[in-house]
């Protein structure tokens, strides 16, 4: 007999209604806390944790475990949502605090590790702390959960896992928009959907990039060996994987730019473009700009442009900071127009802008505040900066093409417009790619020559 929905604030009458408490952990308490005020001030989750007091006032492993719970809830959270919902009455209102606690505690039950007893049990007293009035129906809440979506999602994985994918599955595995699983199963084939479903809510490796223009990537090695934070030689040249990376936040490393905080996808990006120290560079999209240090570190010269006038000026400080500001020349400008940027260049590398599906896992907003409808216009974008682009790459020169999405309709269709069109005519592709490090985003990059 099927079990009828919870209405909020009804009686509690399910397993033991006495409910005897139990100590809420600090981790969880502050993954409340931080999960609801990303909530209330619409704020990046990361950038709240990062300048967060009650973080750094945990210890170590109660640190990891809230920044896991934050991360995850934010990234799960429409999924969850779902999850919460199907067990309430039609129409129900809860407490947004009450919700929030209800988000956290069932992305612990379902997604994480910790034995079943315990998530529920540490679940309940969360809500506990938003509502006293509230655990019991906490408590029904989650053992569903546990009782029921917990072997709905184990089952969903063992599916992907026998090669039998379903948009279905893809969404419970990732905890994925609808359209989003729909879109990732289309456009990266069957195998391709279950490994970005599988990785959506992994947290990425802590990775940073050697400053080529300060030091050699041995003496990078031996700042942050000192430092504490146990760097290993990443797969990219002059790349590092810290095993403890809180510890690089009080050296002023980073500040200095004496290392480089970076994907490692990203850092195989600039790689891949092979830019010489004899090269004249225009780097559109420019950001904050960590790939200009990259590229100009080891000598190109750069002209890099950036939209956004705040943004731009943050560059060009640590364009200073990084020791390769007489090498990069940081211009405000749009870059479908390019119109203050002048000559001719041997290398043009647009960084596009895009919706990001292949940062979840450091963007965990994206996912449920991306709409399918967002993505047309954002192709379209990046194939007029694609085409102003190419009006400056010089003959026999290079154009390459990057996101961080994983839709085809951002990455290849892009650049069979862009061949299609006049701009494009003179161009061949030489290579296009998909980045597949573990524990990284995901980029695409297209490298095309012109004749």
């Known amino acids: ?71 995850g809830a934010v990234a799960a959270r429409g999924e969850l949502d779902r999850v919460v919902n199907g067990h309430l009455r039609a129409r129900s209102a809860l407490e947004p605090r009450v919700r929030d606690a209800l988000r956290v505690a069932a992305f612990e039950v379902l997604y994480l590790d910790t034995p079943a007893q315990v998530a529920v049990s540490q679940g309940v007293e969360l809500v506990r702390s938003a509502s006293k ?33 379903a948009v279905d599955d893809l969404r419970r595995a990732g905890a994925l928009p609808e359209w989003l699983a729909a879109r990732v199963l289309e456009d990266l084939g069957a195998e391709g959907a279950v490994a970005y479903a599988s990785s959506a809510l992994e947290q990425l490796c802590a990775s940073v990039a050697t400053n080529l223009a300060k030091r050699s990537a041995e003496e990078t090695r031996g700042l942050l060996a000192d430092a504490g934070c146990e760097p290993s030689e990443g797969p990219v040249p002059g790349s590092f994987v ?7 936040n009080a050296t002023g490393l980073v500040a200095a730019c004496d290392v480089l905080p970076c994907d490692l996808a990203a850092q195989e990006v600039v ?111 990046q194939l007029g900066i694609l085409r102003a682009a190419a009006a400056r790459v010089r003959a026999g020169g290079r154009l390459a093409y990057s996101t961080c999405s994983v839709l085809r309709e951002e990455d290849e269709a892009v650049v069979v417009a862009f061949l299609a069109s006049p701009e494009g005519a003179g161009f061949r592709l030489a290579s296009s790619r998909r980045t597949a490090i573990p524990g990284a985003d995901r980029h695409f990059l297209a490298l095309l020559e012109r004749s």
């Open 1 to 71: 007999m099927a079990r009828r929905p919870l209405s909020v604030g009804g009686p509690f009458t399910e397993r033991n209604p006495l409910m005897p408490t139990t100590r809420l952990a600090p981790a969880r308490r502050t993954a409340l806390k931080l999960f609801s005020e990303c909530r209330r001030r619409e704020a990046r989750a990361r950038d709240l944790l990062r300048e967060s007091p009650a973080m750094e006032a945990l210890d170590p492993r109660d640190r990891a475990l809230a920044t896991r719970l934050v991360l």
């Open 133 to 165: 009035r509230a655990a019991g129906l906490g408590n029904a809440v989650l053992r569903r959960v546990a009782d029921e979506d917990a072997p709905a999602l184990a089952a969903a994985r063992r599916r992907l896992a026998s090669g039998a994918v």
């Open 242 to 248: 810290l095993g403890r990376p809180a510890a690089l």
């Open 271 to 381: 790689a891949s473009i092979g830019a010489t120290p004899s090269d004249q560079v225009l780097e559109v999209g420019q950001g904050r700009g960590t790939k200009s240090i990259l590229l100009a570190a080891p000598g190109a010269t750069l002209v890099s442009v950036e939209v956004d006038a705040k943004k731009s000026a943050l560059a060009a400080r640590r364009m200073e900071a990084a020791g390769v500001a007489s090498r990069v020349t940081c211009v405000c400008d749009d870059g479908r127009e390019l119109g203050r940027v002048e000559g001719s260049f041997d290398v043009v590398f647009v960084d596009a802008p895009c919706s990001g599906t292949g940062t979840l896992s450091r963007h965990p907003e994206i996912a449920w505040s991306l709409r399918e409808d967002a993505v047309p216009g954002l192709a379209a974008l």
